[in-house]
């Protein structure tokens, strides 16, 4: 993306003539197949999985770092002007996102997206622990999604409970279960943006 253009649209652009669809999970439930089908299906639409910038540490540190709401929105409408530019360029009106990180940054989308729609996938506990406990995440065939040598530093127990006596519960936990706390977060997370706004 030409950066002055996304400058440009970052400052002036608005999503208000755009519709967005966001399809959120918490991860291992298809949501790569959904933007490729959407892409095929629907070629006026830009339909994209886990696009550039990442937004996995912008929702870790909403928590973690305790960013604003006003913060959030503004990194998230920095991390997205390209595509509205691209959008805007291309005379397209749909602009859909496949991307488990939006599931920390939903109220922040929801200001920034005002015709926003969201495609929620839920997948059964135990066949999530299973795919997510295979997970190799950089492709290495190493399985370290949640071990203590992951190299991203997830979203933990700890960072959004202020007691004391999680840090010392959350370091004796394994990693199924630390898989199994991330589950219950994130869909815990979109049911709330869903059913309470």
């Known amino acids: 993306m030409n950066r002055l253009s996304t400058l440009f649209q970052f400052a002036f652009g608005s999503w208000k003539n755009k519709e967005v669809i ?20 629907a070629p006026q639409v830009v339909s994209l999985h886990e696009p550039q910038p990442d937004l996995f540490y912008l929702g870790v540190n909403r928590f973690r770092k305790n960013y604003s709401q006003f913060k959030t929105y503004i990194k998230l409408k920095w991390a997205r002007a390209g595509y509205l530019s691209h959008l805007q360029k291309h005379n397209k009106k749909v602009y859909i996102e496949s991307n488990p990180n939006l599931v920390l940054l939903l109220p922040a989308a929801k200001q920034l997206f005002p015709n926003l729609k969201i495609i929620f996938i839920k997948r059964d506990l135990k ?13 290495s065939e190493t399985n370290f999604y949640y071990a203590d040598n992951d190299p991203r530093k997830r979203l933990t127990a700890i960072d959004v409970n202020n007691n004391p006596n999680t840090i010392d519960g959350w370091n004796k936990l394994g990693r199924e279960e630390r898989i199994a706390w991330w589950w219950y977060f994130a869909n815990k997370q979109i049911e709330g943006y869903l059913f309470r706004g």
């Open 127 to 139: 066949d999530y622990l299973i795919s997510a406990f295979n997970k190799s995440p950089d492709k």
């Open 22 to 41: 966001l399809i959120v999970s918490s991860g291992r439930t298809g949501t790569n197949f959904m933007a490729d089908w959407f892409k095929k299906v």
